[in-house]
């Protein structure tokens, strides 16, 4: 098949093969909450086909990156499969997509920058808690570092340009604003998002194989908890 040329499919807008083994799926609305959780319905009836031909898959936003073994499968029979694994999907979308609740403290202890964004935005500290808390919000991608989220969703109200100077440590579990989106940090790295919060929540489990609470597409909202309430679960008795 003569990859220049882009077949109709009606699942994404474009696609392209950035190596011999690997197809590029592009999707419209890269920020809408329908197409992430598209993009998560098609991975999730990959995977749970397990064919021998699938190496790996990694969504961003708007995109789709599929890695296959390309002597198993021809580049029109691949392309046959993704398009019945997205109708596949399309049919299964009925389903309530996975729903998260995360415990947040927005003590000023743990929430360095909650003051400065609730200045810079015009509102009180509460008003910017219960703004965060009160919207349900998509994960969008999962990048930068294994388990960061890009929750889409943040209130128009809440919208701040990220740090001109990001910060040089950022404490794992630091619950942050930037652009249109917030994001749980699940490693200290540097970055530049504005920390209004602090939680426990475990972002990433080890066993026989990594699993993300908060894989792309998944729901997610916020709800508020003490700085005891914290304490007692960074720090067991």
Known sequence: MDRSVTLHQPAWAHLEWPSEDTVLLHFDGPLEPDT????????????????????????????LLVHYRADLVTDT?????????????????????????????????????????????????????????????????????????????????????RKSTPAMRVPAGSVAIAETQTTIYPIETPGGWHIIGKTHHQLVSRGTSIDLSLPMGAQVRFESISFAQLQNQIEPR
């Open 36 to 63: 992430a959780a598209r993009i998560a319905g098609i991975a999730s009836v990959l995977r749970a086909g397990a064919p021998t031909w699938l190496l790996d898959l990694t969504g961003g936003f708007g995109k």
């Open 77 to 161: 029979a691949l392309l046959a499969l993704l398009h019945k694994a997205a109708t596949n999907a399309t049919h299964a979308s009925t389903a309530q997509p996975s729903q998260v609740t995360i415990p947040v403290c927005y003590d000023p202890r743990v929430a360095p920058d909650l003051g400065l964004v609730a200045e810079r935005l015009g509102l009180s500290i509460d008003a910017v808690v219960d703004l965060h808390q009160g919207a349900t919000y998509q994960v969008l991608a999962v990048g930068f570092a294994l388990g960061f989220a890009y929750l889409g969703g943040l209130p128009e109200s809440l919208k701040l340009p």
